[in-house]
């Protein structure tokens, strides 16, 4: 079972480790900083031992990531595996400013009733079965998460159960919401939201959030990281 270390420490940009099984293109390793395509949270992008890795993804609690065809990886090589930092730290802040806008609408809106979501590198997207104009409520969200993030409070992460490997955040006198996503220490780090509505069909109310400005960082400077191969964006509608 690969160890998650992208749980232990979300902002981790390189991680030497060992291949633990070898299938085709597809790879396993013992340790990872590679966050899969998960809970909504689209994948990193990144390399394994100089390779592109073409997909990431979740089998139970494994995860398995795809190579290109002659990769020449076996089994047990050690190899390095990198993180493409900006985009993740892009999804990190939009997945922290959806799971903030997810409880303020629970919060002002009661029974309403959660369809699905999505974290891309550009935006973020709620999608909730609601028949009303649900931008009636973003000027109070706009202002309370406004405030949440000017006050930079502590996020904190853990398991609630490790050996199920269930995880959630919390902010105390806020919420505290199962997650396995990697979050952001501090809520100062989203910077500024917008949010916008979309309406995708009757009796669906659809808020879209976006993330711009300077956040207080704790991130490595991307400067000083290697450039990563760079993959064409895709937000996954
Ligand atoms: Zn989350």
Not at 25 to 47: A, H, L
Not at 92 to 97: E, G, K, N, S
Not at 125 to 146: C, G, H
């Amino acid at each position: 079972m690969t160890k998650k270390i992208f749980w232990e420490d979300p902002y981790l940009t390189q991680l030497d480790t060992l291949t633990t099984s070898v299938k085709d293109t597809d790879v396993t390793v013992e340790q990872t900083i590679f966050f899969p395509f998960s809970g909504g949270q689209e994948s990193d992008y990144g390399t394994i031992g100089d390779r592109r890795v073409l997909q990431a993804r979740t089998e139970g609690r494994e995860i398995v990531y795809t190579l290109e065809n002659g990769h020449g990886l076996k089994p047990g090589d050690q190899v390095s595996m990198k993180i493409d930092w900006e985009r993740r730290y892009k999804l990190m802040r939009l997945h922290f400013a959806a799971e903030i806008v997810l409880e303020l609408v629970y919060q002002k809106l009661g029974p309403i009733r959660k369809a699905g979501a999505h974290i891309a590198q550009d935006k973020a997207r709620i999608d909730f079965e609601w028949d009303e104009n649900i931008s009636k409520v973003f000027p109070v969200i706009q202002k309370e998460a406004l405030g949440m993030i000017e006050a930079n409070q502590e996020i904190i992460s853990a398991f609630s159960d490790e050996e199920k490997e269930k995880r959630y955040w919390e902010i105390r006198g806020f919420a505290k919401v199962p997650c396995g996503g990697t979050h952001l220490k501090k809520t100062g780090e989203i910077g500024e939201i917008e949010l916008k509505r979309k309406n995708p069909g009757k009796g669906k109310e659809r808020i879209e959030i976006y993330v711009s400005g300077n956040s207080i960082s704790f991130a490595p400077d991307p400067a000083k990281l290697q450039p990563l191969l760079s993959f064409p964006g895709s937000d996954g509608l």
